[in-house]
């Protein structure tokens, strides 16, 4: 992620990144998503880029699998984007 995010800023010298969280999940995965998080968000202080953390997004939010977004899920995802996008 930081060498992408690099190679871009690198093109684009004047653009503003925002890497955003990793989504909740309720499977044996679901512990490496925060260890995954909080790398994303140590690389985001190092770069300057902004960190998108979903925290509003829990477990009510999936769906009967536990690793993909309902429609409540999908509907505070996008409304995340929009408030994010809404800052530039």
């Known amino acids: 992620m930081g060498e992408l995010c690099e190679l871009i800023t690198n093109e684009c010298p004047d653009i503003h990144i925002t890497i955003s969280s990793l989504l ?3 499977d044996k995965e679901g512990e490496k998503v925060a ?3 909080n790398k994303l968000k140590l690389l985001c202080s190092a ?7 979903h925290s509003n997004i ?3 939010c999936l769906n009967k ?4 977004l ?4 999908d509907s505070i995802l996008a409304k995340n ?3 994010t996008i809404k800052h530039f």
Do not use: A, P
Not at 65 to 68: E, F, Q
């Open 24 to 26: 909740t999940r309720s």
């Open 35 to 37: 260890e995954v998080n």
């Open 47 to 53: 770069k300057n880029f902004s960190f998108l953390l």
């Open 58 to 60: 829990d477990q009510e």
């Open 65 to 68: 699998s536990g690793l993909h």
């Open 70 to 73: 309902n429609k409540l899920g």
């Open 81 to 83: 984007f929009i408030e």
